[in-house]
């Protein structure tokens, strides 16, 4: 939970300094060895990306080197279509999940991996399969405007809704 709050908690300045460092040394001794937390896609996706908006905000370079040992670490859960490894079924995983990946390499450098996960977005996304098929098309938003500017994220958002629109809803 901290590693989720850290970067709002940043944007906000309501950390003091010795409490920020502690918690992130926290968040950092908890990173397994090949770059994951709890050897879980969820829990990295979640810490790596939370991780990856605080180094944007700080430009910590352990942060950054932690990012980066995440990345990799996801790069060996997808195949060569982008998909993770662990989806069993189709859709198994939101696309909002793929789109945290896709910032998480974006932040490490990674530009190559984040596109073959936009592409694979592109292709795939279906907000009749998403839980939350509004909050989804937000979140992708929200992580696309951190990797890309607000300008990217709506071109990019404009154009998947545009060939997966969202379901209408009647009065």
């Known amino acids: 939970m901290n590693a989720l709050l850290l970067p709002l908690y940043k944007e906000l300045g309501i950390l003091n300094a010795t409490t920020e460092k502690n918690v992130l040394r926290e968040i950092l001794d908890e990173q397994g060895e090949k770059g994951d937390w709890r050897d879980n896609i969820g829990t990295t996706l979640a810490v790596a990306s939370a991780l990856a908006r605080y180094y944007q905000l700080t430009g910590n370079e352990t942060v950054l080197n932690s990012v980066k040992k995440a990345a990799e670490w996801l790069k060996d859960q997808q195949d060569e279509e982008g998909r993770l490894k662990v989806e069993k079924y189709p859709y198994a995983y939101s696309r909002t999940s793929y789109v945290q990946i896709a910032y998480i390499y974006h932040v490490a450098g990674l530009e190559e991996q984040a596109q073959k996960t936009l592409d694979f977005i592109m292709k795939t996304f279906d907000p ?44």
Do not use: C, W
């Open 128 to 171: 009749t399969k998403e839980a939350h098929p509004l909050d989804a098309a937000v979140s992708i938003y929200r992580y696309m405007m951190y990797a890309y500017g607000s300008e990217k994220a709506m071109e990019f958002l404009n154009s998947l809704l545009e060939q997966h629109p969202l379901p209408k809803f009647l009065p």
